[in-house]
Structure formats: C-alpha cells, structure tokens
C-alpha cells in the first residue's frame, strides 16, 4: 500500500507566475483535499476533489484552481502568485468525502515566492 | 474568534510526564480529528472520533460533544513524543458544512 506523495518538496517561485503542485492519493481513496499552512499556523482548507470533481472549497480565490485524474491523483495550481502564497502545501486523501475516515497526508510541498 | 481554539499554545514537559492537550470548538461538528505534525511537515491522522474515547498505545483521546470539546492525552511521554498535535474538526451545518476546519496547533517539547 502506496502512501500520500507529493511533489516537488521544495519551490521557490517570483511573484506573479504560475505553479502546479501535485499530489498522488493512498491507493484506493477517492478523494483528495488540499491545504495551505503559514509559519506557525494551523492548515486552511483550500479545496476538495471527489471522484474528479470539485466537492468543497474554503475561502481562496480562484486563481487558486484543481484537478483529480481518474487515477484519483491531483494538482493544486495557483496563478500570479503572490508574497503571502508563500507557505507548506499540504494535500490528504481519504476514503470518505466527508472526513469520517482517517486522513492520511503527503510531506506538502513549501513554496516560497519572491 | 477562531472556531476550534487550543490550549495551550505552546508545552514542555520531562520525560514520563502525563501529557494533556485541550481543545474546543464552536460550530456543530460531525467528527474531529486529531493529527501530529512533525517539523518537516509531515502529518500524521493519530485519531478520528465522533463520540466517547479511544486509545492507542500510550495516547487517548476523549471527546464531549455536549460541551464541544476534546482533550489529547498522552501518558508517560518521550521525547520522541515532540511534534506539533493540531486538533481538526468536520463543520456539519452552515458555511462551516463539510469543511475541515484546523487548530493552530499545540507544540510540544518533551525533554529527556
């Protein structure tokens, strides 16, 4: 059994570009969630992908964007990125879309824009 | 106000010390979690619960959905038992529906 990998780990970016981070679910979860961590704080909810569609989403604009293959692996991609987009990535899968299962979390992913 | 709060924020404690971190929350919830997060980031799911307690080995964790809170226990701790513990709960109705919703974290520092 697979775990929850993501990539790359590391990325540093300049502000105004693009970048896609991915993220490949624990065999056999449908859905996968994503997160952004700053220093120090707790993860924020960024969205959820269910069976290839979007099935939740938290408070980010939509330059923040998503994807689910039908593999059940995904993409995060933030468009003209800004400063406080700096922070540790974080995607989890599971096998309930409402969380009423373990989550199990990939290592994240930190960005960095300058 | 955030609406899962824990407490506290920051602990250190020796080695065997029994260990009790709080959390509370505001909205109705559905579930709650509580992960471990180490300082390369990685997160470990330590529990999901919705009612009563569990244990695994020298952890448990208790939660009273009457009162909307959760504590974290961990018994005789070990250094290697230092990481970031983040309480997270599942929002069941309103805005806060379906969304996973995080603590800030409670760090700990177990020393030897």
């Known amino acids: 059994e697979t775990g929850v990998t993501q990539s790359p780990t590391h990325l540093i970016k300049t502000r105004g570009q693009q970048v896609t981070l991915r993220c490949s679910s624990q065999?056999?979860?449908?859905?996968v969630s994503w997160y952004q961590q700053a220093l120090g704080q707790g993860p924020q909810f960024i969205f959820q992908?269910?069976?290839?569609?979007?099935?939740g989403r938290g408070n980010f604009p939509p330059r923040f964007s998503g994807l689910q293959f039908p593999n059940y692996s995904s993409e995060l991609n933030v468009n003209a990125l800004e400063l406080d987009d700096s922070a540790l990535y974080l995607c989890?899968?599971?096998?309930?879309?409402?969380?009423?299962?373990?989550?199990?979390f990939g290592n994240g992913t930190r960005l960095t824009v300058t | 106000k955030n609406e899962v709060e824990q407490s506290p924020q920051n602990l250190t404690a020796q080695e065997g010390e029994f260990i009790t971190i709080n959390c509370s929350y505001s909205?109705?919830?559905?579930?709650l979690h509580w992960l471990q997060q180490h300082p390369g980031g990685g997160i470990v799911s330590l529990f999901m619960?919705?009612?009563g307690k569990k244990k695994h080995g020298r952890l448990i964790a208790t939660i009273n959905i009457q009162e909307k809170h959760s504590s974290l226990h961990i018994t005789a701790s070990h250094p290697r038992d230092s990481a970031v513990y983040i309480c997270?709960?599942?929002?069941?109705?309103?805005?806060?529906?379906?969304?996973?919703?995080f603590g800030k974290g409670t760090k700990l520092s177990v020393k030897p």
């Open positions: 997270a709960v599942v929002g069941n109705y309103g805005g806060s529906q379906g969304n996973l919703i």
């Open positions: 989890a899968s599971s096998l309930d879309q409402n969380y009423n299962s373990p989550l199990h």
């Open positions: 065999s056999g979860h449908n859905t």
């Open positions: 909205v109705g919830i559905s579930a």
């Open positions: 619960l919705s009612s």
């Open positions: 992908y269910y069976r290839e569609e979007e099935n």
